[in-house]
Each structure stands twice: as C-alpha cells, then as structure tokens.
Nanobody, 114 residues
Framework: QVQLVESGGGLVQPGGSLRLSCAASGFRFSFNDMGWYRQAPENERELVAAISSGGTTKFADSVKGRFAISRDNAKNTLYLQMNSLKPEDTAVYYC????????WGQGTQVTVSS
C-alpha cells in the first residue's frame, strides 16, 4: 500500500526557513521522478519543485533561487528546503510522484506570517 507522509511544516515569519520531509513507502521510490506540490486556499494544486530519479531538479519560477529539493533513496525520503519564505508561500504542501500517480497524503501546512 502506497503511503506518502509529509512533515516539517509550521508557522514561520517572512524571510524564515523550513525543511519539509516526505516519507514514502509501498512503491519503488528510487525509480520515480518526485515532486513537491502546494495548494493555497481557493487555488489549484501546483507543482513547485521536482527531482528526477537521476537527481535533476526543476523549480517553479515563483520559488526558484529560494527552494531546494533533494532525495535520499536509501531512506525513501524526499526533502524540500525552503528559504526566504514569503507570505504567498502559505499553503498545504504535498509530495507525490511526477506526474502524480499515487494517492495524496495529508500534506503539511506552511504558514508564513508576521
């Protein structure tokens, strides 16, 4: 059974940093391209960062230069390092394959506010 469990969210002031983690199980994590997605209230879910099975990364223009994505295939874990956070980064963050094949996890809430 596929499970995607996101963690690491919280409340942070503008300019702050957070590191999100995603523990994956039930599928061959290392073989999959993976992504971090986010959904803000009244918005559609969007892809913000992706990493291929080989480690190539891509970022949405809105987070380029501020976010970094990485993976630890030995631990079946995906990470998102978020720096210089802005209020517009406030959203629920999810991980999934790219494209998103698997059932979504519960996500982790990130709130950027002073």
């Amino acid at each position: 059974q596929v499970q995607l469990v996101e963690s690491g969210g919280g409340l942070v002031q503008p300019g702050g940093s957070l590191r999100l983690s995603c523990a994956a199980s039930g599928f061959r994590f290392s073989f999959n391209d993976m992504g971090w997605y986010r959904q803000a209230p009244e918005n559609e879910r969007e892809l913000v960062a992706a990493i291929s099975s080989g480690g190539t990364t891509k970022f949405a223009d809105s987070v380029k230069g501020r976010f970094a994505i990485s993976r630890d295939n030995a631990k079946n874990t995906l990470y998102l390092q978020m720096n210089s956070l802005k209020p517009e980064d406030t959203a629920v963050y999810y991980c999934n394959s790219r494209p998103s094949y698997y059932t979504w996890g519960q996500g982790t809430q990130v709130t950027v506010s002073s």
